[in-house]
Structures are given as C-alpha cells and as structure tokens.
C-alpha cells in the first residue's frame, strides 16, 4: 500500500467521497453506519465504567450513528436516555432506519437529559456541520460543557469544522475522546481542533484503502511510515564524509541558539559540524563546543569563501543571528550555493522588508522554518487555514515551508504537506526551534530529501521532548535525539525482519 494511504487526512467534503466510493464498490451505507455506531459504542464501553449514557442526536448521519450506538449499548445492558435534536418524523435514510430500530425512548431535546448522566456522547453534527450552532443545539452544547462531564464525539466534536480545526461559531463540544472513521481529517490535528477531540481513535467501518487511490487526500499525519524507508541509517562501511557535513553560520549576541542547533545536528548523525563565528565571540562557541568544530569568521571574509569548501552540503542561517544586514548577505551567500540551507529565526525576518528578494534568491533545497509571527512578517496575512497557508508559502517561496506550533505543519512546492501530532506542551520552551533547524540540517547533510528530511526533524524534536515531559529545556533535547533514534531504528527493523 502507498504509505500516505495509511496516515491521510481526508476533509469532511474528500471522505464523503471515499463514502461514495466504497458504497459504488459493494458496501451499502447502511452497513457503513452500522459499523460506526458500533466503533462508537465499543469505545464508550471501554473507556467509560457503565453507567448512565446520554446520547444526544443530531438530523444527519451523525445523529444516525449516535442511534446505532445507543441501540447497542442499551442491548448491553447500559441505562441510556436519548435525546433528538428536531423531529423524528424529519430523519431521511439511514438515520431514519436506526431510528426505528432504536428500541429506547426519544425524549425531548433540552439540558434536562443531562441529569444524572455520567457520559455524554456527541452525535449531533459531524462532517455536515455547514454554520455556527443556533438555538436548542447551541443551548445543548453550552449545557454538556457546563456540565463538565466526559464526552465522546461521534467522527468530530459539535462545531468543530473537521476540515479546518476552527470552530464554526462561538460555542463547540469539548470531548474526551473521539471515534472517527476510516481515516482522521485535518480538524483532528490542527490546532484548536487537536486540543478538542481529546485521544482520537480511527475506527475501521470496512471502507478499503484502495479508495484512496482514487479520491485522493488532502494531506498526511506525519509518520516514520512516511519516511523511515527513506532514513538515512548510518553504514558500516560508511565515512564522516558520506555523513555530510553541516555548517551553522552562529550569531554575535546570541550565541546559544546556534550551538543548540549545532548539537542537534550532529546528534541526529551529521558526520561532522561546523559553527562559523564572528571573530569577536569565537573563544566564546571555541569554550563551549568540542566535538563541534568552530571556524572564526572575520569581517572581510565572506561565508562564500568558507563555503568554498564544498563538503559542507547543509547550512543553517538564522538562529541568534540578527535581523541585519549581515545576517542577509549570509542568506544569500548560502543560497548562492544551492546546497541545501535551513533558513530559521532572523535569517527570515531580516528579509521581512523585501521577501520578494528573498524567494529570488531561493533556487535549490531550502527550508524555511517561521513560526507565526515570522510567517506573518514574510508572506503578510494569508487567509486560510495553517495547511493552506503553509502551501500557499511553499508555492510562492519554493521553498519547504513549515509552519512551527502545536500542530507543526509542513508543506512542499509541490504540494506534499503533512500535520504533525506528537508534539507536547513541553516543546514551547526558548531554543527548541534552534534545535529543530540543526535536527533538519543534520538530515540534509546526510543526503535526505528536503521534504523528508523536514517531516522526519518535526517528529523526532516532537519524541524527544515527549521522553523529557516537564521540566524540559532546550538544551535537553539534541540529549534525547539518541533514545529517540535507537527506539526508531529497532522498530523500523523490526517491521522489516516481518
Ligand atoms: N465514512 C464516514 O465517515 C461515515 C460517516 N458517517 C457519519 O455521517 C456523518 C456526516 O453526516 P451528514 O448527514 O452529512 O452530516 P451531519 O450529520 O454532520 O449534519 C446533518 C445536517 O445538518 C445540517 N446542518 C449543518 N450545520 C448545521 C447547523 N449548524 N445547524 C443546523 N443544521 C445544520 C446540514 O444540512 C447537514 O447535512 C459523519 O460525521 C459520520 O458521523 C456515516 O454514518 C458512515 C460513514
Ligand atoms: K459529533
């Protein structure tokens, strides 16, 4: 199977194609919605101690699933009240099938069925929410929240725009857990969305994969399945030289953030690494860097002159450098090179007043790693969600582009993006982005495509501060890159040795 098949993100409008798709290949959408009212009981029954479930249905299929689940938990023996958002006699199709099956009450709609409860599950609207919450539906949602008590929702939490993350009015759901089907969309995993769904569990409703060859994705979950085949594992015959070689171009002032970039450079396996320091702070990089060699830069010599040596195949500008003037002759010397450069932190707001000078400039692998007020400072305010924006910027500059955040986005000139998912609170801490610079670099050097290369930093900076938890800080991370690979490597053997 294609590996993007296996974590693709599909929008609310793509996956009611896959739907179309798999019903015109032999599955009847009644069985579809079976098996996902079914997901979603089993996740109830697992995950809460039985007790007294709401289920509160919406007029679509969302509602639809919320009565096969409510059948089952009820034939389970659970004591289950439901309630139904309009007029039973106003379900159409499969919704209005499981209606009839459903052997319970239907009560009338409103907070009171709150009551008592121990479990809420959400299935008023999922893919099909169009607009903001009005009425008895807003005054509901507002009720479970007040409530405080634990929610499951039905494919997407309620005023959650599945394929945004945003919410489509004022009020939403937020659950506890979420039971999608056949595959997660872009709102599971984007930020607000990621932090409403709570753990998000894809459920299987018999909908194949092969669909996808077909109706496509809109973009991937960013995975080792994307890349680990493509990881640059070191060789036994292998040199320091087949390993590459990174050249960090360090600032004056700030001088830490290029030896965390650096470090994690060189702990991700670049064979070796060099920081190129203005000559006034150089004993400063020299005290603090061993394995790292430090090349003392002066005024009247150009990194072009450095970079004529051309075993240093990856550049990172930007770390501590200064929005300045030099910090843009260094952008563009590197660019120069075509070789692969890493434009993080100041290499990218010292282009704030001219970026048009900049996306000229960028003619081989580049990658440009702004977070959000940076991104703002180069491409102005494009309107759209962060995947969008993010193909947007790779489009216009060329370059890779990611977008730094909770839900790190990553997207190719051609179109590739993947969302990342495994990145704890604990990463936004001073220097993590440093490191993030070097981890990409590192992988560069190493011979791995720009858009791999990228995804893979992204998820290995994400798994090192995940082992660290609380308490992290910069400086942990290049530290952790060893666990994390060694944990990377064993699993990616193992699913080989299969
Ligand atoms: N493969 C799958 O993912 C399957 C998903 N299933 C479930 O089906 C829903 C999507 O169902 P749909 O009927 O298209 O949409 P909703 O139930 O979310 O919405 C119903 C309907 O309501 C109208 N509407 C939209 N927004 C509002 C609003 N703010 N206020 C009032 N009314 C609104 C609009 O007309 C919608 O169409 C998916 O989420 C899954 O849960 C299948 O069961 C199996 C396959
Ligand atoms: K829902």
């Known amino acids: 199977m294609n590996h993007m098949y296996e974590t693709a993100l599909l929008a609310p409008a793509r996956m009611a194609k896959a739907d179309a798709a798999a019903i015109k290949a032999g599955i009847s959408s009644l069985e579809l919605m079976r098996a996902a009212g079914l997901a979603v009981a089993q ?40 309630g139904l958002l309009g007029e039973r006699s106003a379900l159409k199709g499969d919704a209005a099938h499981y209606a009839k099956r459903f052997q319970g009450r239907i009560e009338a709609f409103g907070p009171q069925l709150l009551k008592d409860a121990t479990v809420v599950v959400d299935a008023l609207f999922g893919a099909g929410l169009s607009k903001a919450l ?26 959650l725009d599945g394929a945004t993350g945003q919410a489509l009015g004022d009020t939403y759901i937020r659950a506890d857990h979420t039971v999608t089907f056949f595959r997660k969309k872009p709102g599971h995993v ?42 640059p594992w070191p060789q036994l015959d292998g040199h320091k030289y087949h390993r590459g070689h990174v050249l960090v171009v360090g600032g004056e002032s700030m001088t830490g953030a290029a030896r965390l970039s650096a470090m994690a450079a060189a702990r991700v396996g670049a064979g070796l690494v060099t920081v190129a320091a203005p000559e006034p ?6 005290a603090a860097l061993t394995s790292v060699m430090v090349h003392s830069l002066s005024d009247a010599e150009g990194l072009d002159t450095l970079l004529a040596d051309t075993r240093m195949n990856a550049i990172v500008v930007g770390p501590g450098a200064g929005a300045s003037e030099a910090t843009r002759q260094h952008v563009l010397a ?22 048009a000078s900049l996306f000229r400039a960028i003619r081989g692998p580049c990658i440009l790693t702004p977070h959000e007020g940076e991104f703002a400072r180069l491409f102005g305010q494009v309107p759209g969600d962060k995947l969008w924006r993010a193909r947007q910027a790779a489009s216009i500059s060329g ?24 990145a704890p609170a604990w990463l936004a801490t001073g220097g993590s982005g440093d490191v993030l610079s070097g981890l990409i ?54 699913i080989r040795a299969l």
């Open 43 to 82: 996740a109830v029954s697992r995950h809460w101690p039985r007790g007294a479930v709401v289920v509160l249905c919406g007029p679509g299929n969302n509602g639809g699933d919320g009565f096969v689940a409510a059948e089952q938990l009820r034939q389970w023996g659970w004591p289950v009240r439901l």
């Open 134 to 159: 009005e009425g008895p539906a807003r005054e509901m949602v507002q009720a479970v929240r007040d409530s405080r008590l634990p929610v499951c929702a039905v494919d997407v939490p309620t005023g």
């Open 190 to 231: 984007l930020m607000p969305g990621r932090a409403w769904c709570g753990a998000v569990e894809v459920a299987d409703i018999g909908i194949a994969a092969s669909v996808l060859g077909d109706v496509g994705l809109d973009a991937c979950e960013n995975a080792p399945v994307l890349w680990s085949d493509v990881y």
């Open 281 to 286: 702070v150089w004993p400063i990089y020299a």
């Open 334 to 355: 590197a660019l120069a090179t075509r070789r692969a450069t890493v434009l993080d932190a100041d290499a990218i707001t010292a282009f704030a007043p001219e970026p």
């Open 399 to 422: 370059a890779v582009v990611v977008i730094k955040g909770a839900d790190t986005v990553v997207a190719a000139p051609d179109g590739r993006a993947v969302i990342n998912s495994n």
């Open 441 to 494: 670099a590192g992988l560069l050097a190493q011979g791995m495509a720009p858009f791999d290369a990228t995804s893979a930093a992204v998820w290995l900076h994400g798994e090192a501060a995940q082992a660290f938890g609380p308490g992290l800080i910069a400086e942990d991370l290049p530290t952790l890159i060893p666990s994390v690979l060694r944990a990377l490597y064993e699993s990616v053997c193992q």
